[in-house]
């Protein structure tokens, strides 16, 4: 019973902090989506290739292709050829004002977070996150 209880605690933090980041979209005016997709395009500098975005965020291609194509009609982003098949979304000068305010207050806070936790802290955190990561992944390799 302790064992659920802990996997209900994580299961109800994870879904608390999805909630919050749900959230700043709300307080932003974006959907979670493009939130997603913007931040993944920030974290790389200005562009990054569209199958990094589907790996990076868990969102399924077909909800990604359709969000591009509206920050593509809105001057956002635009596509450019990568090597073979690749697909590079980079941003305009409208996407880089554009998610410099709807993004970039993201990471200011996420960054304050991280300045309050001791070093010894963002080390454990950064451990025991990945320690999960492949964990999980190792099971679900199993269960399939």
């Not at 200005?46 to 009609?73: D, P, V, Y």
Request: charged share 30%; with cysteine.
């Amino acid at each position: 019973i302790m064992h659920y209880l802990k996997t209900k605690q994580y299961t109800y933090l994870a879904g608390e902090i999805n909630a919050l980041y749900h959230e700043a979209a709300v307080k932003t005016g974006v959907s979670d989506s493009i939130q997603n997709i913007l931040y993944v395009i920030c974290e790389n500098g200005t562009s990054c290739l569209q199958s990094e975005i589907s790996k990076l965020t868990g969102i399924s291609r077909q909800t990604i292709n359709s969000a591009i194509r509206k920050l593509e009609k809105e001057d956002i982003v635009y596509l450019k050829q990568g090597k073979g098949r690749n697909t590079i979304v980079c941003l305009t000068r409208k996407g880089e004002k554009y998610a410099s305010e709807k993004i970039k207050p993201l990471f200011e806070i996420e960054n304050k977070i991280w300045q309050e936790w001791t070093p010894e802290e963002q080390r454990e955190y950064l451990r025991l996150t990945e320690k999960y990561r492949d964990a999980l992944k190792k099971h679900l390799e199993n269960m399939l």
